[in-house]
């Protein structure tokens, strides 16, 4: 859930405006220390957030601690409204000052105008990075910049062998399993053959994929040759789509094999499946090894459009074979073992995430035993010619549990400890100072990602071990420190089944005490994602907050970190408990909160969140007042149809619509999908889509705009012709932030 008219210039904003320096398209190309030129020195005038505001902070992303554990390299994004684009840019910063004071000044590391990211240690000194397309060092002190590879602007992503003498490189290369190669004689012809499923995913035409090459690494760390093709005659993508990168391969400790991540499978067979495994293949013999199942195993046949939900093989099968989602495999210290994250069953892409430990010689696995999700995780440091104790770790893993995302510790006996116990979001976790700490990101529903030293302390043995955390950067502190932010509560609230839900409350940024506000119950997309502490560019509560809403976000059926049951209720049932579970929470804010004006509500979400709203437009019985759905499933027979992703159809409403007799949750399915229930809607509903959403099409806001028009209801739609499931350009996501609150002040407070 994420993101974004006008500019950062003087007069031109609301409640705030820029002080004296540059914009993040004027930066100061010499480097020195302290620079901050990259950042937008803006002016919070009354305190309250604005799009503006939100847009100028800068964005944390991938951080890396260098071998002697003595820095990190990390990777900031600054966007810039008024040029509608943005910059990625590299920070070097001492993990002792970091460690020891607040003050600490990162720096800037590289000063060219195009973007530099995907920072990787070669020694404690050099930095490797991707630039425009080729991998590049730098060393720590901005010296000895240059271009490592040649490959016409074609790399990717990259990793280092452990031994410097080979390197990963993702390219991508032309693919015709699915569409047609254009005649050679109709160069400028537009129009694509088609001849199987998948031809489109996420937001592009599937007409290329990538795939992994090894390079040799010569003097200099310079990369040479052609590079040999991993997956050489293979129709496979990998890193699979679409949000796969390398973080899907791992070198072995030898430098000897890689293990990677493949869904081998095209067409229609990989539009209804999410069974990828994890493959070992040998640098110098070229040989491949399925770590997930046997050379013999065949999958069993099934319908392509019925559940495999109703159709799995049994539990025992599956944890032999692996049938499920298998991704981001990683190499123990020693190469005796991998670890990776597993899900147990085919065609569920929400199932249960577990750790599974592989013994490379033998194939023997284990699976570690937790209750809810395993979102990244870490091996513990080597134990080599140490003496190991029981209570030593063995991993450290990040995972949700009650609408938090913390951080926990596996031991060598396999025992489950939680290290960190606040109300944030750990979004990474990697080993950093010889073993000693933890690098890792946080976030919340009032922080944007910031970067920790996390220091494991183990108490006394009747204790549980703790940690020692110290943030070492700050990127956002200057706006921050400006900005009065609601105040976050929490509520267990009954649903209508026995049981309780979590519920976020945020309070307006501006509350005071005995007043009412108009308040926005949020639904939650995924089905199945955590209302967790999330920051959002787009779906931010803190700018909810800062335009006088009071903010619900339950935690209904079917999202993780209440167990698995609680989880998997949601699938051939999206509009029955989960809608009871949005009703109890809105009315419990309704009823029992003195500051929610129950006359003034309002609903809002996004993808199953969207779908959330149009449903709820039909049953809601005049409980609110305005509706706003971003990229929602309104016509569920025709989403089967027209979403990508097939498997996801498939599972979540049980069978294809024309089966006849249907199965009880597809027929309830069908019939209560919200276009069969607009001759009950009766309130005022903004519908935003971007039509290069290929999740669910832009058709069906289109639709739902349309239906309410036809029936006289006052209606907006807001469409993004460049825009996907998400909306990612500056200048579109201020107009959504925009949009989005003119409508809400229209319908409950200006009425």
């Known amino acids: 859930m994420n993101k974004r ?58 951080a890396a601690a260098s071998p002697d554990g003595q820095h990190v390299v990390y990777q900031v994004d600054y966007y810039s409204v008024s040029q509608n684009n943005s910059r990625r840019v590299l920070y070097v910063l001492d993990t002792q000052t970091a460690n020891d004071s607040k003050t600490a000044t990162p720096f800037q590391l590289t000063k060219g105008k195009k973007k530099e990211s995907d920072a990787a240690w070669l020694d404690s000194e050099r930095i490797a990075y991707l630039c425009d397309g080729e991998v590049w060092m730098i060393k720590l002190d901005g010296s000895d910049r240059r271009q490592l590879s040649n490959t ?40 694509r053959v088609i001849t199987d499923l998948m031809y489109r995913h996420w937001d592009h035409y599937v007409e290329n994929i990538q795939h992994p090459f090894v390079y040799n690494v010569g003097e200099g760390y310079s990369i040479s040759g052609d590079g040999n093709d991993i997956l050489k005659d293979e129709p496979y993508e990998c890193p699979m789509e679409p949000f796969g990168g390398i973080e899907q391969l791992d070198w072995s400790p030898d430098s000897k094999a890689i293990a990677y991540t493949c869904r081998k499978k095209t067409g229609l067979a990989y539009s209804i499946s999410t069974d990828s ?85 033998t194939g023997e696995k284990w699976y570690l035993n937790w209750k809810s999700d395993v979102e990244a995780f870490c091996w513990a440091p080597s134990t080599k010619g140490k003496k190991v104790k029981a209570a030593d770790p063995m991993f450290y893993f990040l995972s949700v549990w009650h609408g938090c995302i913390n951080m926990y510790m596996v031991s060598q006996k396999r025992e489950i400890s939680q290290l960190t116990e606040t109300w944030d979001d750990w979004t990474s976790i990697q080993m950093a100072n010889n073993g000693q700490q933890l690098l890792a990101t946080r976030q919340s529903l009032s922080h944007p990602a910031d970067i920790y030293l996390v220091t494991p302390q183990t108490k006394e043995k009747s204790q549980e071990p703790k940690a020692k955390i110290v943030q070492i950067t700050h990127e956002n502190d200057h706006i921050l420190s400006q900005l009065k932010l609601g105040k976050m509560e929490q509520y267990w609230v009954p649903t209508t089944d026995g049981k309780k839900e979590l519920v976020w409350v945020m309070l307006p940024a501006n509350y005071e005490e005995g007043k009412k506000y108009p308040t926005l ?49 949601i699938s051939g049932d999206w509009t029955g408990q989960c809608m009871q579970d949005y009703l109890s929470a809105i009315d419990f804010a309704a009823n029992s909160l003195p500051f929610v004006d129950k006359n003034r509500l309002g609903a809002v979400g996004a993808s199953f969140g969207g779908f959330s709203i149009y449903y709820l437009a039909g049953i809601h019985e005049k409980r609110f007042k305005a509706f706003i759905s971003h990229d929602g499933a309104f016509n569920l027979p025709s989403m089967y149809l027209e979403t990508e992703e097939n498997w996801f159809s498939n599972w979540e409403y049980d069978e294809a619509y024309w089966h006849s007799p249907q199965m009880p949750n597809a027929e309830k399915t069908y019939r209560l999908s919200p276009h069969e229930m607009v001759e009950k809607w009766d309130t005022p509903i903004l519908c935003i889509h971007g039509e290069k959403d290929y999740r669910i099409c832009y058709t069906q806001g289109m639709q739902a705009f349309n239906a309410a028009r036809m029936k006289g209801i006052p209606a907006e739609l807001l469409l993004f012709p460049d825009e ?18 003119n409508f809400l002040d229209r319908w409950l407070k200006n009425f």
């Open 5 to 62: 008219v006008f500019i950062l210039t003087l007069g031109l904003l609301t409640g705030m405006m820029p002080v004296g320096a540059q914009s993040a398209d004027n930066i100061d190309n010499v480097r020195k220390e302290n620079d901050e030129s990259m950042k937008q020195r803006i002016k919070i005038e009354d305190g309250m957030m604005t799009p503006e505001a939100l847009w100028a902070m800068g964005r944390i992303g991938g």
């Open 152 to 191: 016409e602007g074609k790399v990717e992503g990259f990793k280092f062998s452990p031994d410097r003498k080979k390197v990963i490189i993702l390219k991508s290369i032309p693919f015709y399993e699915v569409i047609k190669e254009k005649p050679a004689d109709l160069p400028k012809t537009t129009g």
């Open 277 to 361: 495994d994890i493959y070992l293949y040998d640098t110098d013999s070229g040989e491949t090894k399925n770590l997930c199942k046997p050379a013999d195993y065949q999958a069993p046949e099934c319908d392509p459009s019925r559940t495999l939900r109703i159709q799995a093989v049994n539990s025992k099968e599956n944890l032999v074979n692996n049938v499920g989602y298998d991704t981001n495999p990683q190499f123990s210290h020693d190469g005796k073992y991998i670890a990776w994250l597993s899900m147990e069953r085919d065609g569920y892409e929400a199932d249960l995430n577990r750790l599974c430990v592989c013994d490379v010689k």
């Open 521 to 569: 119950l949020y639904c939650e997309g995924g089905p199945q994602s955590p209302v967790s502490q999330f920051w959002s560019y787009r779906w931010n509560f803190q700018m909810m907050a800062a335009n006088g809403y009071v903010v619900v976000a339950p935690n209904r059926h079917g999202l993780p970190g209440f167990g698995q049951e609680w989880k998997e209720q």
């Open 724 to 741: 996907n499931h998400w909306v990612l350009k500056p200048q579109n996501g201020v107009l959504w932030q925009r949009t989005f609150f």
